[in-house]
């Protein structure tokens, strides 16, 4: 989006000679845009990009700065500079300073407002700022109301307060970050970072700017597109003397106008007709442009560019009675990503528009069609970027902790205001309300939310509670699974989604934010690393063929202390080839359009149902233990399943009848299979965790992490067909628990289709 009219001018004057003293603080990691970015460079794009007026003016880069305490007043001193739009925890504000409850932060700068007083407003916009925010202007305080959200945009009419020439434009803002006792949203954000928390953020994070308008403006509008009558709605809102007020509203693709309509009643939708709407999907990003000008008495004419994109998400059932999710009216597995937000340079701020594209263009080269945006609200270009790039997002509503009686009316509110701020951006299809129980409160008030979402923005599906306290109400029922993949049996009401799994992590030397790191499950090389993704695709794959609608694996980047990502905290090391994983990705895709029902026929059957004898032993055994002529007379007989009591407890369908209580043990079990091999042989097992297969003396399987019930996981074919032989067979299993349920229990069956 260009920037365009009198934007930006002012600031490189304002402040000159201060900018050449700015140097992001040192950092454990930087990315590529952050290294060459300066005051003069950051976020200079226009940042509203779907209501887009000529004249406005950047206030981003150096302003004044100061700390002191929570209850003081503006400070007389100032303590230096800091670079807007970055927190002042970030390295890239050039400060790099943690905020606590007991705190307040001031900032300054000046501005020159040219404004037609007789025909004219001032906007003053803030993209975000965390958390509860007071404005003065020329000492006079224009924020009638403190605003509080860390996560929302807020706009102030400063008109009646600015002068010719220079005026003084002065924050103060407070954020607890759960300090004091005060819980606010903030997703992510904790006083003290670790495990799966990060580094708070305070202050302005996000772009501040200047806007003028006519007395009577448009405010902004709402789109409801129907692919099927090949319509657009748009209700228009504005501001001022509205009486007689004209508004015209044109549609164009490129150079041509493809439909117009007039406002007729305020709050009623202009319906206008497309013709051979162009629809828009990952695939083909198809968008349209909007134009709409509002003509008033004793006010200038006010003209406004936005842009919309035509698309359905529904779910319904498919021709084997699976509710799956239609786009654009065809069926389709959606598949992508948690994505975090998060940046070593700049925290929650992105570093720049090219940074932000650099991530939705990994995910479309990995072969994702989607991205579940995890308890944060982005910046709203980053949401223009996934309409023209072409990503579908699942949109979380940010969590807070707290009593979550005490805080539902601020949650109802944030959560009305991010709908209505995001509603134009046709690549969100999914709504997220809930996280994890993450500020969640009970079955009552849970399922209000969620009726009331369903019901306040049809045009897209809302997720029932994603992970944990599900109570019945929303279009699907959502699985967390580490590392997974899993899912809930298939439903008649809802569908079954996989909103988290995965969780692989991989240490990349040169590029770790700290030396203390976690993944829910971890390799030390890449080639095991990619085994493992391979594997879970694999089992991912047979989950999608069975009725799983959609999958989010954790996640797009490394962040901070998590190395479970893509792509490193930095994005400067990508950890496995993207074509590589398209390949993976597109077997999902490919197996949730098979229409063919998956046949299981045991070939060497489990002890579910009946149970099975093996010799078995808890001590070390010598190292030819998995060959067949290995010596296993001294080791102990019993029948299968093996595991401790937590596992039935954990998982009833676990048959345990033979105690297993330590870390390791050892299997091994002769049985005589005699016939033709079948096409396809896959594992039929319950395992945990960490297990390895031999069949006379080869290994066909390695298993990292655990499931936690029987399933099919696929072999390689080639393997087995050397290995599975006429007469007697030897089958040797090796599995570690490593804490909690513990289980085993293996057979072999024959795959078919019909």
Same mark, same amino acid.
């Given at each position: 989006?260009?920037?365009? !009219?009198?934007?930006? &001018?002012?600031?490189?004057? =304002?402040? $000159? ?11 454990? +990691?930087?990315?590529? *845009? ?59 504000? !050039? ?41 003065? &202007? ?35 803002? %407070? ?11 903030? @997703? ?20 501040? %700017? ?31 003397? +509205? ?5 015209? =509203?044109?549609?164009?693709? $490129? ?53 919309? !994109? ?54 479309? @080269?990995? $072969? ?21 790039? !072409? ?70 599906? &809302? ?49 770790? %934010? #700290?030396?203390?790191? *976690? ?94 004898? %093996? ?67 896959? +594992? ?33 074919? &080639? ?6 032989? #006429? ?28």
């Amino acid at each position: 989006m260009k920037r365009i !009219g009198w934007a930006g &001018v002012i600031a490189g004057c =304002l402040l $000159g000679t201060a900018f050449a003293a700015y140097q992001p603080k040192e950092n454990p +990691l930087m990315t590529v *845009w952050g290294e060459k970015m300066t005051p003069e460079s950051a976020w200079r794009e226009y940042p509203r990009p779907n209501l887009v007026r000529e004249k406005w003016q950047n206030l981003n880069g150096l302003w004044q700065y100061a700390i002191n305490k929570r209850d003081a007043e503006r400070p007389e001193e100032w303590a230096g500079e800091i670079l807007v739009p970055f927190p002042i925890e970030s390295a890239l504000s !050039g400060v790099k300073r943690l905020m606590t409850g007991q705190e307040q932060l001031w900032y300054r700068r000046t501005f020159t407002a040219p404004v037609d007083a007789k025909r004219e407003r001032l906007l003053l916009h803030f993209g975000a700022v965390d958390f509860r925010t007071q404005v003065w &202007v020329n000492g006079e305080e224009v924020t009638d109301v403190p605003h509080e959200s860390g996560n929302l945009p807020f706009t102030l009419d400063i008109t009646d307060f600015v002068q010719a020439g220079e005026n003084e434009l002065v924050l103060s803002v %407070w954020d607890p970050t759960n300090d004091q006792g005060y819980y606010q949203s903030l @997703g992510k954000q904790h006083l003290n970072p670790g495990g799966c928390m990060y580094t708070r953020v305070s202050g302005i994070w996000q772009t501040v %700017w200047l806007e003028t308008v006519p007395k009577t403006h448009i405010t902004g509008y709402k789109v409801v597109t129907d692919i099927d009558k090949g319509t657009v709605a748009v209700t228009v809102d504005a501001a001022g003397n +509205l009486a007689n007020a004209q508004v015209n =509203l044109t549609v164009k693709r $490129g150079n041509d106008t493809v439909a117009t309509g007039s406002v007729t009643a305020w709050g009623e939708p202009v319906v206008m007709k497309i013709d051979n709407p162009q629809l828009w999907s990952p695939e083909a990003p198809n968008l349209y442009d909007l134009v709409i000008s509002l003509k008033a008495a004793g006010s200038a004419e006010d003209t406004v560019k936005g842009y919309f !994109g035509m698309r359905k998400i529904e779910w319904r059932k498919d021709e084997k009675g699976i509710p799956r999710f239609y786009f654009n009216n065809k069926k389709l597995f959606l598949q992508g990503t948690l994505d975090q937000g998060w940046w070593p340079d700049g925290l929650l701020t992105p570093p720049s528009d090219d940074a932000m594209a650099y991530d939705i263009n990994l995910l479309k @080269g990995c $072969g994702f069609n989607m991205m579940r945006k995890h308890i944060k609200i982005e910046p709203l270009r980053y949401y223009y970027l996934c309409d023209k790039l !072409g990503i579908m997002i699942w949109q979380d509503m940010v969590s807070g902790w707290g009593n979550t009686e005490d805080r539902y009316t601020l949650y109802r509110s944030e959560l009305k205001e991010m709908m209505d701020l995001l509603q134009t951006y046709p690549s969100i299809v999914i709504w997220v309300p809930y996280n994890e129980s993450w500020g969640q409160p009970a079955k009552a008030k849970t399922n209000m939310t969620m009726k009331w979402v369903k019901r306040y923005d049809p045009t897209r599906l &809302v997720d029932g509670p994603s992970g944990w306290n599900d109570y019945g109400v929303g279009d699907t029922r959502d699985m967390h699974n580490y590392p997974g993949p899993g899912m809930f049996p298939v439903m008649e009401n809802r569908v079954s989604v996989l909103g988290e799994f995965g969780g692989i992590g991989l240490a990349i030397d040169g590029h770790l %934010w #700290q030396q203390k790191n *976690w993944g829910y499950v971890s390799d030390k090389t890449t080639d095991a690393s990619f085994a493992r993704y391979t594997a879970l695709m694999r089992k991912l794959a047979k989950l999608a063929q069975s009725g799983l609608a959609a999958s989010v694996y954790t996640q797009t980047t490394d962040v901070e202390g998590e190395i479970n990502g893509l792509v490193t905290y930095d994005r400067k090391h990508e950890k496995y080839s993207r074509d590589a994983l398209k390949a993976l990705h597109k077997r999902v895709y490919d197996a949730a359009l098979d229409t063919r029902v998956m046949v299981q026929t045991p070939v060497l059957p489990t002890s579910e149902k009946n149970a099975a004898k %093996w010799k078995y032993t808890f001590e070390k055994p010598s190292a030819s233990w998995f060959e067949p002529a290995f010596d296993d007379a001294a080791w102990k007989t019993g029948e299968a399943g093996f595991g401790n009591r937590q596992i039935a407890i954990d998982h009833p369908v676990a048959k345990v009848r033979t105690a297993w209580n330590g870390s390791d043990i050892w299997l091994r079990r002769d049985f005589t299979f005699n016939g033709e091999i079948p096409a396809e042989v896959a +594992l039929n097992i319950f395992y945990d965790e960490d297990t390895v297969i031999y069949l006379n003396g080869v290994k066909i399987a390695e298993l990292a992490g655990y499931n936690i019930k029987y399933e099919a996981v696929e072999l390689d074919q &080639v393997v087995i067909k050397k290995t599975l032989k #006429q007469g007697k067979n030897v089958l040797a299993i090796h599995t570690i628990n490593k804490g909690g349920g513990a289980y085993i229990d293996v057979g072999f069956d024959a795959i078919s289709y019909k």
